[in-house]
């Protein structure tokens, strides 16, 4: 056992620096917001105790409450087809095609680029090019600009999300896929097993770690999304795209009402922690101890 | 034999036709930034009728493209760095020490992660704008800010490799007249060399494609990193479609040169920091 004293050296030798980055920049914000929500706070002062004024004028927000349950269908929506597509290319990359490693680099690519470059493509895409392909071909489905009309724009920010997502889910699937020992596959093949029990019965329930992770990884990062709305619709039409990140921006940086917005963030963090914590639950539930 | 044959072709050629719909935006935009505005707009599809690179020289000065990449790269560059070396020294401590203390801050860490920036960025502009403790806003001030938000998951994945690494080596090098921190830098450090891999490739794309903080942070045009330029300059030419899709394939050339040169890197560490 180590004396108090070393204990105490190592701390300040080791511990001290980053802990004071991580207290300044995250904890204190946190905390500091979190007592910001209770407050008639507007960016320079908060002079008096307001109790719950700014969650009760956030949960009678209409606009708000538009923007949480769009962000809600989003992730749903995202969550789902990201890690359908992802796996699916998964299970397409790790037949021994030729040149697959050209077609992972193919799928994986849009995640290199960051949401603000991707927005900014497919408005080109979606407002230019689609139109006029529609117009040449005959194919009607892309014939109005997409991001015009309030459902067709949810539907492109999904399209472009699964687009960006799925590559890298793809990774963590064919990790997972390479991972599983040959052995248990061909005992299962003896046994008479069709490729799709084998994948059903042996592969998915040894992969469900990488399931828990995908979700998590793609539920946090279409919660958060803010890039890609931002640059795709930004918002529009009328604000009826607005998912609930750029929704607290514009609360707080754009209409000045800072306590309000920040209840909102606070609102939003408590969604995230919550879905959070049942998905991984649930999930780990699956998972095959070995 | 030929069943098996002929299946797998027809999955490559399944597969090919995907990986085409993945390339098309991308080779849609190149295609574009050699056109004039007119053809563009006309003939967003058609092959361009000459090959014209006055789009790229134009948006090379309008964004002030040099100055933008060199700012991306000092901020990801110098971040990334303080991040590997304050999240493995954090990752060491926690990891070799067994006290209640260590036990709860790596609790916090770990939970700090679902946190998310918008949660913090409001109270962020009170906290270190004018009206807080006055921070420059300058590469230095982002970097520390990165630091703050990358920590937690690099000290975590850190901290799983290193309470792999036999507890015997520290005590060897302790009887051999090592001090904590020459243990750490001679005998722990070398040997982090893949997770190393890890953290500075995830936490590297995560900060040079970041737009929201160096929105917020970055107020100064000399100052602003390459998907900052781009946005602004979108927003401003938007009529001029040439310079839009020049800027666009500007910006993301560097990131694919990046991922050419250390495709392998990248995609075993992103495998490994998913699986940990």
Request: glycine share 6%; hydrophobic share 55%; proline share 4%.
């Amino acid at each position: 056992m180590r004396s108090r004293r070393q204990e105490i050296r190592r701390f300040l030798v080791f511990a001290t620096i980053p802990l004071i980055i991580f207290t300044v920049v995250l904890l204190v914000p946190f905390f500091r917001g979190i007592y910001f929500t209770f407050t008639n706070w507007d960016g320079f002062t908060a002079t008096d105790f307001v109790g719950f004024d700014n969650f009760v004028a956030s949960f009678n927000d209409q606009a708000f409450w538009a923007s949480l349950g769009l962000t809600l269908l989003y992730v749903l929506a995202s969550v789902i087809l990201v890690n359908a597509v992802g796996f699916g290319l998964a299970l397409l990359v790790t037949i021994p095609l030729r040149g697959v490693n050209f077609l992972r680099t193919a799928f994986f690519v849009p995640n290199l680029i960051g949401g603000v470059i991707l927005g900014l493509i497919w408005q080109f895409i979606f407002g230019q090019a689609l139109p006029v392909l529609a117009e040449e071909s005959g194919i009607p489905i892309f014939k109005e600009n997409w991001l015009l009309d309030t459902q067709t724009a949810f539907w492109a920010m999904v399209i472009v999300t699964v687009w960006q997502m799925s590559g890298y889910m793809m990774i963590i699937y064919v990790t997972a896929l390479m991972g599983i020992e040959r052995d248990l596959i061909e005992a299962s093949y003896i046994d008479g097993a069709s490729n799709a029990k084998a994948l059903w019965y042996i592969k998915l329930p040894l992969m469900a770690q990488a399931f828990t992770i995908s979700l998590f990884l793609t539920m946090r990062n279409s919660f958060m999304a803010y890039d890609l709305n931002l640059a795709l619709t930004g918002g529009n039409p009328y604000r009826t795209t607005e998912l609930i990140s750029l929704h607290v921006f514009r609360e707080a940086f754009g209409f000045g009402n800072f306590a309000t917005g920040q209840s909102q963030a606070v609102i939003m963090f408590l969604v995230i922690a919550i879905v959070a914590l049942v998905q991984v639950v649930l999930t780990k539930r699956l998972e095959v101890q070995r | 034999m030929k069943r098996a044959k002929r299946i797998n072709l027809f999955f490559f050629i399944f597969a090919s036709v995907l990986a085409v719909f993945y390339a098309f935006p991308f080779l849609l935009v190149l295609l574009n930034s050699v056109k004039g505005k007119r053809e563009i707009i006309n003939s967003p599809l058609a092959w361009p009728a000459e090959f014209r690179f006055d789009n790229f020289i134009a948006a090379i000065t309008k964004m002030d493209y040099w100055t933008a990449l060199g700012n991306s790269l000092i901020i990801t560059v110098i971040a990334v760095s303080a991040i590997i070396i304050t999240s493995s020294m954090l990752a060491y401590y926690l990891a070799r020490s067994k006290t209640k203390f260590s036990a709860a801050t790596f609790l916090i860490l770990v939970a700090s992660m679902i946190v998310p920036f918008q949660a913090l960025m409001i109270p962020f502009v009170g906290l270190f704008g004018q009206n807080g403790i006055n921070l420059p806003l300058n590469q230095i001030t982002i970097c520390i800010f990165y630091v703050g938000f990358g920590v937690a998951l690099s000290t975590f994945l850190y901290h799983g490799f290193i309470s792999n690494i036999p507890y015997e080596l520290d005590e060897a090098a302790a009887i051999d007249g090592a001090s904590p921190f020459t243990t750490f830098r001679k005998v722990i450090l070398p040997m982090l060399g893949p997770v190393t891999a890890t953290v500075s490739i995830i936490n590297g794309l995560w900060i040079w494609n970041d737009f929201l903080l160096p929105s917020i942070v970055l107020s100064d045009t000399d100052q602003k990193t390459l998907p900052l330029k781009t946005f602004v300059f979108y927003g401003k030419y938007t009529s001029d479609y040439g310079l839009a899709m020049a800027g666009l394939v500007l910006s993301v050339i560097p990131i694919l040169i990046f991922y050419f040169v250390m495709q392998r890197k990248i995609i075993s560490g992103i495998s490994a920091g998913a699986v940990k």
